[in-house]
């Protein structure tokens, strides 16, 4: 019962995440394309209500500092091998190629934090990545997806580097903090964080993290145009196959997800994806 109120709970709170920590970029971070496709905000503002009245009582958000985001990643990592939530996959090259993709998109982040990058490759056919505390899991199906170490994949990472780098983590501790707070000692198995991490992010974060990666991939020149077309064959799989039903719960607007990161290149960086020019 307590575990089904904190999930309640922090779903509800993240819907309220408008306000995010957004580092000065020369690109425009426009979500207009969201929101005119959205409509209908009262929801959203009612509960953007209720999330500022909690914060205001419990956990000041900037006491949440990068050296700590590192610690509940490393608790967070500590967790998943003891408890086996998924299995690391002990492939070198895979993790060669994660691993040099990460580090030649973190030198392209400008004022970067002091968050400490890891990044694994986990066992699962699911297409996913996700992030905590600095560290980094991409499943093996979306490696493959990927087809190795190719633009799609620059971008993916870059996206998972963005949710930290940009303060999403941040309020993901935050929201653990307050409804710990609220709700007593919940003992977060990583199963727990897991569901938190790939469930709750809102769109909005989602949109942001996608255009974080995305200017970070075109400053290694590689075709930025590759998750434009990723989104669309998410958004065509969304209506074949139920079995992908957890991806898309977690991304469940794939089709606009496309079409406002379209829009993105072509007013920032003048690159028509569907055009055919590139
Ligand atoms: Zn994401």
């Known amino acids: 019962m307590r575990i089904t109120l904190f999930f309640i709970l922090v779903g509800a709170l993240f819907f309220s995440c408008d306000t995010v920590d957004k580092k000065k970029r020369k690109v425009n971070y426009s979500f207009s394309c969201l929101d005119s496709a959205l409509g209908g905000s009262a929801t959203n503002k009612t509960l953007d209500k209720a999330g500022k009245i909690f914060r205001d009582l419990t956990v000041d958000e900037k006491s949440i500092t990068d050296d700590l985001q590192n610690q509940y990643g490393e608790a967070f990592h500590k967790d998943v091998i ?9 492939d070198a090259a895979i993790n060669n190629d994660l691993k040099t993709t ?6 392209q982040v400008e004022d970067p934090s002091k968050i400490k990058y890891m990044i ?7 297409i996913n990545a996700f992030t905590f505390g600095g560290r980094i899991y991409v499943t093996t199906g979306m490696y493959k997806k990927c087809g190795g170490k190719t633009p799609l994949l620059y971008s993916i990472i870059g996206h998972e580097i963005g949710h930290s780098e940009l303060g999403h983590i941040k309020k993901v501790i935050h ?3 307050v409804a710990d707070k ?3 000692d919940n003992a977060e198995t990583a199963l727990q964080v897991t569901k938190l991490l790939t469930g709750s992010f809102n769109q909005r974060n989602e949109l942001e993290a996608d255009y974080f990666g995305t200017d970070l991939t075109n400053s290694l020149n590689q075709d930025i145009c590759s998750a434009v077309t990723f989104w669309k064959e998410m958004a065509k ?5 139920n079995r992908l039903e957890d991806f898309f719960r977690t991304h469940p607007f794939s089709d606009l997800r496309a079409q ?12 028509e994806c569907s055009g055919g020019k590139k």
Do not use: P, V, W
């Open 82 to 90: 003891e408890n086996k939530t998924f299995e690391l996959l002990d």
């Open 102 to 107: 990460m580090d030649e998109l973190l030198q």
């Open 120 to 126: 694994y490759a986990i066992k699962d056919s699911m």
């Open 175 to 177: 929201e653990m903090m």
């Open 182 to 184: 609220i709700f007593g």
């Open 237 to 241: 799989m969304e209506n074949q196959y």
């Open 260 to 271: 406002c990161l379209e829009r993105h290149i072509r007013e920032n960086f003048n690159i």
